[in-house]
């Protein structure tokens, strides 16, 4: 009776112990459900909180930088030296002043010049005047210069602009994949219809989204895209070197 009393007790025992194990199993389980959704909520969370910052920050920068080619733009189209002899260019006269003027506002906007790569007026009798390339139509040729253009695509965007600046996913004067080109109509300012007198190229090199998107302290950890969504099908302008070729 002593052994039959002792295999009683492990009887017992173990359904005690199967009793328990039944009900911890569960227990365990959705524990482990639980944990595993606010761990990855968390993650998510600081996820996202990081890619918010980044942006931010890449945001602020990039108004920053982008200001400058912009205030160099103004200071190109607000010049009246630069002007009156663009001007008497069109008229047939031969200025030979224009580089030293055109040189005389990058001195005088060196902190804006950064990321500038060339710049070039071209007047109405298609004459070109760079600063940091040579004095050509690039990849049209003279003749394509003066009717072929007027039928690309950055050209259109620059007359509806009416004067605006206006920024092109490309170099829009030749084949350079590490620039853009930032173009706008240059009119004179002694007329009241702002009289058409020339065309103002400038050519950014892409150095500035690496800038741009490296001044977020995360920015190690990211990686960028931007994208030119203006037209039909969205144009790759820029990918840092993580992205895969799309």
């Given amino acids: 009776s002593r052994i039959r009393g002792t295999f009683r007790i492990q009887r017992i025992r173990n359904r005690v112990l199967l009793a328990m194990i039944t009900v911890s199993i569960p227990s365990l389980i959705i524990l482990g459900i639980i944990s595993f959704n606010i761990a990855n909520n968390t993650i998510l969370d600081i996820n996202t909180r ?37 001007q008497k260019s069109n008229e047939g006269e031969t200025q030979t002043d224009v580089h030293s003027q055109m040189q005389r506002i990058l001195n005088n906007n060196s902190s804006n010049t950064t990321y500038l790569d060339s710049v070039c007026l071209v007047n109405l009798n298609n004459d070109i005047f760079c600063i940091g390339r040579s004095d050509d139509t690039g990849r049209y040729s003279p003749a394509e210069w003066r009717d072929k253009i007027r039928r690309e ?14 920024y092109v996913e490309r170099n829009v004067i030749e084949d350079d994949p590490r620039t853009f080109s930032v173009v706008k109509l240059f009119r004179s300012a002694d007329t009241i ?40 099908r969205p144009t790759l302008i820029y990918r840092s070197e993580a992205v895969p070729e799309l």
Avoid: P
């Fill in 153 to 166: 695509d950055w050209y259109l965007r620059m007359v509806d602009g009416m004067g605006r600046t206006v």
């Fill in 193 to 232: 219809d702002g009289e058409l007198i020339g065309y103002l190229f400038m050519n950014i090199s892409k150095s500035i989204f690496e800038d741009i998107f490296n001044s977020s302290q995360n920015a190690l950890k990211s990686i960028a895209v931007v994208l030119d969504t203006s037209g039909d």
């Fill in 50 to 86: 990081m890619t918010r910052d980044n942006l931010r920050t890449s945001s602020n920068m990039a108004d920053l930088l982008f200001n400058s080619i912009n205030n160099l733009n103004r200071a190109f189209v607000l010049d009246n030296i630069l002007r009156y002899q663009l």
